[in-house]
Each structure stands twice: as C-alpha cells, then as structure tokens.
C-alpha cells in the first residue's frame, strides 16, 4: 500500500456542507469547466513531460534553441500551476473529500515527474558556460522575459549538483513533503476537537476555526477554558507532532547540505538572495524593542481591569465593540479604505472582491486561516476565509486582497516567467492594506471607544505580525541549529524550546504576562514551520509596509507610484532589491526602529483618549 493510498484511505467520502449562496463560494469552472476537463488537461500535461528529453544535450546549440526549450518548459509549468490551483482548492474546501485529496496527491506525483524531467537544465546551462548564455541572451530578442531566471541559474551555481544528483534530488520530493502532509491531515481533518460549554450555554466546538473565534470572548472564564481544552488536545499528540516537525527539520538540512549550504538558513535565504543581515537585525532589533511589546501588554491589563494578564487575555479586544461586520460592510470598508491608492486600483479591486474568486464563510471540513492562491497565471487569483462577520473578517478580507492585487499587478506587468513574486515582497501588499483601513475606520469611527476598539486592533495586529513573528523565527533558527549540530528533537523539547522563548517575548519573569506550561505547546499549532524560514518575512514586511503607508497616507510626492510599481515589478528581480530600491532598507535597523516608534504612537493615542475621559 502507498503512502497516498494510506492518507486517502483515512478520509471519508465527501459530506454534504448545506446551502450555500453561490456568491460567496469561488467558482472553480472558471479553471476547468469541471473535473473531466481538469483531468484531460492533466492528461495532456503528463504526455508532454517526457518531450522535454528532446532538449537535454542541446541548450548549447543555438539561442533559438535555448529560447524553445524554455517556452516550452515554462508553458508546461504555467499549465501544472493551474492544474495545481484547482486541485489545492477543490481540496481546501472540503478536507474530508478523499477524491480531492487523491487529486492533489496524483498531482504531486506528476510535479516530482516534472522536476525530474527538467532537472537537466540547470546543470547543463551551467555547463554551456556563463559568456556563451550571456551573448545568447543578448542577441535572442526572444529570451528577454527569461533574462533573470537564466542568470538565476548562473549565480546558484556554486550549489547546483550533477544532472544526476539534481535527478535524485528531484525524485526525493516523493518523501520530502511528507511532513506537511501529515500536518495537514492530523490538524485540518482527523484531530478530534473537543467541544465545551461556555458561560452562557454555549456549545463552542474548538477546530481551529473554532479556536479563534471563541479565544476573544469577553468572559474570562470562559476564555480559560477554551485554552485549557484547545492545548489539551495538542498536548495530547504532543509526540505525533514533534515526529512530524523534527522530520520536516531533517528535510531542510538534509536539502541545505546536498546543496552545499552551510546552515539551513543559508540555503532557505539563498533562494531570493536575501541577505543573512536581514534576519540577523530582525531578531536583534525585535529583541531589543521588547519593552514597546511589554509596554502594550501593561495598558491591556489596564484597559481589561487585570492586573495578572495571562496567555487567554491576549486577543480579546480592549474595548467591547457592540457591532457586525456583515459581508457586504466588510466589503464597503475595504474597498473605501484603498481610495488612497488610486482609482485604478480601486476599480480592480472592487471587480475582484465582486467576482466568485473568494471561498468566504467556514463550513464542515473546510481548511481553517485563510489565503490567497496566485497560481491561475491566465485566470485570476483565488482567495479563501473563514468569515465571521467581526473586524478581524474584515481585515481578513483586506489582507488577503492585498495579495490578491499584488498577483494582478504583477501578472498584468510581467510575462510568466517574472510574474510570480517572493513571500518576502507578497506580505507587504497585504498588511499595507491593513494599515489603510486602520486609517479609515479612525476616519469614521462614530466615538472614542469605536477608536480605542480600532487602535488596539492594531496594536494587536504589530504584536501578531511582528514581534509574535518574530519569536516564530527564532524558534525556528534554534531548532535548525539544534539539529545541524547533530541534535534531536522530541515533542518535548520543542515544547521546552518554544515555552523558553515564549516567556521571554511576553515578560513572565518580569511580571508582565504569566505563560502558563498548557500554553508551550503552541508549535505544534503553527502550519508556517513546516515551509523553512517563512515565517520571518511577515515581520520584516510589516515593518517595510508600515513605511510605504506612512508615506502614501502623507501623500508624499511619487509614494503610490513607487509602491505600485513595486507590486508590479512581480519577481522581476531580487525581493530585497526591490523593497531597497523602492526606498526601505531591510538589512538595516530603521524600519524596524521606526515599527516600534508607530506601535508607541498608537499607545500615546490610547493613553491621550484614555486621559481625556477621565476629566
């Protein structure tokens, strides 16, 4: 029996998920007008991977040949990327659906088919010489949209192998990935989530949707207990769960040192040419401005009346907001919150948010979180939430189609090969536009408290995307760097590793916020481990967002251009470079200073406001 006959052996046939409205379900026909056409192009796909044989010796002969082998090849990836948006959705919403969830697995099968099928080139063009691909690319009008990924390949060329040990490299993606798979399984599908009763009656089932809706509920209690039962359960396959991240770190070494890295992060920031400084001067910079962090954690106590502040006391609001954020307001919001990034993106905007490419509400066995797919090059980017009609939806909405745009400027400005863009310039375009509707709604706010409400939904914001980040990826360094000098990690390790950090971001020992031992378990909840050295790139986006915004919010002369047209830029060059270019320098302190000056700026506002009533 294979592995995917096992994985999909454990699901049960697709459940019925009720009526839905049509509107707020993505429309998957715009892909493939409906399974059969998906398979056929599928089809079509796995007989053309073995012509590309017809190339391998020959990337030499010619630049038209060259120019061929690449419209050829990234044609083929261009369909596979659409191929693999309808099979990771049609997956998606439905974890339970095992036809979906074989779909994918067939499809990652053909994608190792693929890789290994190309796993040719690199080592061959290398072999061409560098002089000789460069007067290709210089005389071949034809190459121009492949110019940088070429000289890509040239400068990885110190860490490419041999064709034969990029085949084998490429065929071991067959394992790699299995400890994603196995995350997802145990933590989207098969975990068995308890359900308790709140104060009120309440029957709250605790998924991870379930989770954080009711983490934020007023009742302290209540709050307590949906803590205890949630890391009860994780520490209930606190074993399980170290296996599965321990054997995801040994993947990432094992690729860092096949490729000749010195250190897993290397490797992972070698990727996009991102220098180590970046990294190395977050953690600094984040560490050294933990008295701005424990300073919000100090008015949350104030402002929720708790003097002994909690892990449970974290995430719900400082102020009581008795208001809906029904879909259509959350729309009407966002979309009046981008205004200040011009009518054309505006137009785009609102038509996309319009349109059926947004999986919006929870249902049965849909994924939990949400995201936004750019792979459909031709058609759209697709995004997926689970809408509960708070603010925190609305930012939701905001944030993903910040994403969403950043796909549509780029694959409107960028052929295919330069149109997809680095997670390290992607998460600026979504927390930008959750700076722009923080302004908008202090611009509408009816009262004080609606303002308070808005101001600490931002702080909460910086503390989740920066600093919260932040620990995630020291957390991560640590545990690479236990297991690159030859090291183990047990689930309780993790666990000790993670509860050590954990203490220090939130001030336990200082008396600032008590982490309590059920709490130390929270790796095993995070799906961001188990992509290498990803987490990182949310704080340093936030903090290069909060500077294009302060700009663009002054209305600064050429702000919105220079922004716009990095977001346009795709993955035409460097991600470093083009944040440095467009005027935020990530491998030094200053973004990161100024982050914690703005999360001190809203503090001073709260406080004013705070004063204010009390006269």
Known sequence: MTLGTLLSAALPAAEPVGAVNPADVWDLTLLYKDDAAWRSAKDHVATEIPKIKNYQGRLGESAATLRESLDFIFGLRKEFARLSVYASLSRDENTRNATALERTQELGLLGTQFSRATSFFNPELLAVGETKVRGFLDTEPGLASYRFPVLEILRAAPHTLGTEAEGVLSAASLITGAPTSFYGILADADMPWPTIKLSDGTDARLDQSGYTKWRAVPNRADRQAVFEAFW???????????????????????????????????????????PEAVYRTLLAETNANLPTLHRYFKL?????????????????????????????????????????????????????LNARYTH???????????????????????????????????????????????SLLANHSQPFPTADYSIFVAEIASTLNENLLLAHMLKVAQNDEEKLYYLGSALEGLRGTFFRQAMFAEFEL??????????????????????????????????????????????????????????????????????????ILKGEPGAVDT????????????????????????????????????????????????????K
């Open 563 to 614: 922004y716009l047209g990095m977001l346009k830029a795709g993955g035409s060059d460097h991600p470093y470079e083009l944040v440095k270019h467009a005027g935020v320098d990530l491998a030094t302190p200053v973004p990161y200073r100024a982050l914690a000056a703005h999360m001190n700026a809203i503090m001073d506002q709260i406080e004013a406001i705070l004063a204010k009533q009390k």
């Open 232 to 274: 009860a359960k994780f520490h209930e396959y606190e074993r399980t769960f170290g296996v599965t991240l321990f054997a995801q770190v040994k993947t990432d070494w094992f690729r860092a040192t096949a490729r000749k890295y010195p250190t897993s992060l290397a490797a992972a920031l070698d990727d996009d040419n991102v």
């Open 360 to 406: 919006v509400y929870p249902q049965p066995g849909k994924r939990s979180g949400a995201y936004m797919n750019p792979g459909a090059y031709d058609v759209h980017p697709y995004v997926l939430t689970n809408y509960n009609d708070d603010y925190e939806s609305v930012s939701t909405i905001a944030h993903e189609w910040g994403h969403g745009m950043h």
């Open 478 to 551: 640590a545990i690479h760097e236990q297991v690159e000098k030859g090291g183990s990690l047990s689930g309780q390790q993790l666990t000790k590793i993670y509860g050590e950090l954990l203490r220090r971001y939130h001030g336990d020992a200082l008396g600032v916020l008590k982490i309590d031992d059920l709490v130390t378990v929270e790796w095993a909840y995070i799906p961001h481990f188990y992509r290498d050295f990803y987490v990182y790139q949310y704080a340093t986006s936030i903090a290069a967002s909060s500077a294009f915004a302060d700009r």
């Open 300 to 352: 949350r106590g104030r402002m929720l009346g708790i003097s002994d502040l909690h892990y449970w006391d974290i995430y719900p609001p400082i102020v009581k907001l008795d208001k809906a954020f029904p879909l259509a307001t959350g729309k009407s919001l966002v979309i009046a919150a981008e205004q200040p990034l011009g009518p054309d993106y505006v137009a785009q905007f609102t038509a996309s």
